[in-house]
């Protein structure tokens, strides 16, 4: 089993080194800004930060005309949905690294594109001198048997599985994900990634004064709405013991039906003039918020957050995250969110304490999770480099 790397609009362009295409090194992807994707944002942040010597082929499967005009310089190419035109076009390009940067409804709305996953193990099996590089973001599900969809993942995890048994690195974003696919990985070639965040500091953290009481909470307003029910007693406990004096609620608002459960949490925990609704704001006002803020508000469990860019983008401005999840657990970066018990009790170390963490967290993205140890480790796959 492999363990963790030891250690909001996307505005990046994507910066590719000049000159014509060479090589064969080809990048599989959904779509790219400036459709809104957050694999789109990954990929994005992923080409600025390679530095190849060579102009990769970037294949996608929707958009290509969009991007092309955000984007003249990568002159990206449609795919056609179809094993054998996919098999063709790599033999066109001459592949020999290709990777596929993989969430399964990025290219099939039923989340079962067996046109790509059986195309590219053709490629491979065809080409065995080729590399091969899979970044699965996401894996198959398992629908109860009289699901619709039950065979179609039956065959999905079958197609997944067969492919990454051909890869020369198998990337995955959890711990979860690892277990799942593990039997089927040669020996070594599986590894736990982190997703990073799209959310890029303005500022060094610790180099913008936090202002005492001021929360923040973002993300996408299902989970915003499921990190308020969870922690709603405590914000009532801490707004009258002295410690929140505003929460500010940053993220697109999505349906009424969430609107008004989002604001009925809200009003149940706070008075009107402790939160602030902000809806979707600039990625660099954003960041701004949470070079400002003391704490962040996260609701997902202690094994998802190498695939949270709300823990991310927390850990790379240095934010203190408060969570019920972890408490107990010692190793990093676990041991440095903050229950509100500890809020509670608030002893008289804490205000050292936070500081301590907010400079561990920050450290910790930046060995493991920041853009450039990221794109390291995809040229430590020996797959893009820059010979």
């Known amino acids: 089993m492999p363990t963790p790397i030891d250690s909001a609009t996307q505005e990046t362009r994507i910066g590719l080194v000049s000159g014509t295409k060479e090589g064969g090194v080809v990048f599989i992807i959904p779509q790219l800004p400036p459709a809104v994707c957050g694999l789109g944002d990954y990929s994005t942040l992923l080409l600025s930060n390679l530095k190849l010597a060579r102009r990769p082929h970037i294949l996608v499967a929707n958009g290509a005309a969009e991007t092309n005009a955000a984007n003249p310089e990568l002159s990206v190419e449609q795919l056609e949905r179809s094993s054998s035109s996919l098999v063709r076009k790599l033999e066109e390009i001459g592949a020999s690294h290709v990777v596929l940067e993989y969430v399964g409804y990025g290219y099939q709305s039923r989340c079962c594109p067996l046109w790509l996953l059986n195309g590219l ?162 990625s660099a006002e954003l960041s701004r918020l949470m070079l400002e803020a003391e704490v962040g508000l996260y609701s997902q469990g202690a094994g998802a ?53 907010s400079a561990k967290l920050s450290g910790w993205f930046e060995e493991t999770a920041s853009w450039s140890r990221i794109a390291s480790l995809y040229r430590e796959g020996a797959l893009v480099g820059n010979d």
């Not at 929360?215 to 929140?244: C, D, M, N, T, Y």
């Not at 970066?333 to 170390?349: I, K, S, Y």
Request: hydrophobic share 45%; proline share 7%; aromatic share 8%.
């Open 121 to 282: 193990r053709k490629w491979r099996l065809r080409n065995p001198e080729g590399r091969l590089l899979l970044m699965l973001m996401e894996l198959w599900f398992a629908p109860a048997w009289w699901k619709p969809d039950f065979l179609l993942q039956h065959l999905h995890r079958r197609a997944l599985q067969k492919l990454a048994a051909t890869a020369d690195r198998v990337f995955v974003s959890t711990d979860g994900y690892a277990r799942m696919i593990q039997d089927c990985v040669p020996p070594g070639r599986l590894r736990i990634v982190p997703v990073g965040t799209n959310i890029l500091p303005v500022a060094s953290p610790g180099s913008v004064p936090r202002k005492a009481g001021h929360w923040i909470l973002f993300g996408r307003q299902g989970s915003r709405i499921v990190a308020l029910e969870k922690l709603l007693p405590w914000l009532s406990k801490l707004r009258a013991a002295g410690h929140v004096s505003l929460v500010q609620v940053a993220g697109a608002r999505e349906n009424d039906g969430f609107n008004r459960t989002e604001d009925r949490l809200l009003a149940s925990a706070l008075p009107s003039e402790a939160y602030e609704i902000l809806g979707r704001i600039p």
């Open 305 to 357: 957050y190498t695939k949270s860019t709300i823990f991310m983008a927390y850990a790379s401005h240095g934010l203190n995250i408060l969570s019920l999840d972890m408490r107990g657990i010692k190793e990093p970066p676990h041991c440095w969110v903050t229950h509100p018990l500890e809020w509670e009790e608030n002893g008289a170390d804490f205000q050292r304490m936070l500081i301590d963490r």
